[in-house]
């Protein structure tokens, strides 16, 4: 201790162990500790179990989706079947007079061939109108150019009197569903080398 001689003793900072200033070595070791965390932290181990850690999410996230997607699918192909068999109900209606007026006429014994004929005519002009109703139309043939995307040519027929690939008859008559073709017409066509 020292005197002053303005008063009291004074102790230098230097001898108070609190007061101590670090030393370079303790400056070194202070920085070197957060280091040591900081590359913990980020150690090939730790690295390792994050990816599989984001790995195992996006598996689970993947595996959800899946599951969404799969239901997703059933839910339109169970909506798609009930709207098959609503459309095929609506069919069936606008066919099943058709076939009552066949069971009425079976159950009559026609007087004579030219009543049940007349009768088989009313039922199939029944028949025709459900079916015009259902959107299906006769697709034209008889005196018509061939056409091979609505005709179906069973037979060239030699001839003079008509022009070349024209249709001289239909077979079997053709059918288009709002458009499409159902079936194609049966048809005979003209061959005519003269024209």
């Known amino acids: 201790m020292t005197r002053t001689n303005s008063g009291p003793e004074v102790e230098p900072e230097g001898m108070r162990p609190e007061r101590e200033l670090p030393t370079m ?3 070194s070791q202070e920085n070197a500790a957060p280091q040591i965390a900081t590359e913990s932290e980020s150690s090939p181990e730790n ?3 994050e990816t599989k850690m984001e790995a195992n999410e996006l598996f689970d996230r993947l595996a959800r989706l899946q599951a969404d997607f799969d239901n997703s699918r059933k839910r339109a192909a169970k909506e798609q ?3 098959k068999d609503f459309a095929l109900t609506h069919a069936l209606q606008s066919l099943l007079p058709v076939l009552d007026s066949f069971d009425r006429a079976l159950q009559i014994s026609p007087k004579s061939l030219e009543d049940f004929r007349s009768g088989v005519e009313l039922i199939r002009k029944q028949f025709e109108d459900a079916l015009i109703k259902l959107g299906v139309r006769p697709v034209p043939a008889t005196g018509e150019p061939f056409d091979p995307h609505l005709h179906e040519a069973v037979e060239a027929v030699d001839t003079v009197t008509a022009e070349d ?3 001289l008859e239909e077979l ?3 059918y288009k569903l709002k458009g499409r073709l159902l079936r194609p017409a049966m048809v005979r066509v003209a061959r005519n080398s003269s024209r």
């Open 47 to 49: 690295e390792s179990r």
């Open 165 to 167: 690939n024209q249709v």
């Open 172 to 174: 079997q008559r053709g």
């Open 81 to 83: 079947e009930e709207f």
């Open 25 to 27: 070595e303790d400056t």
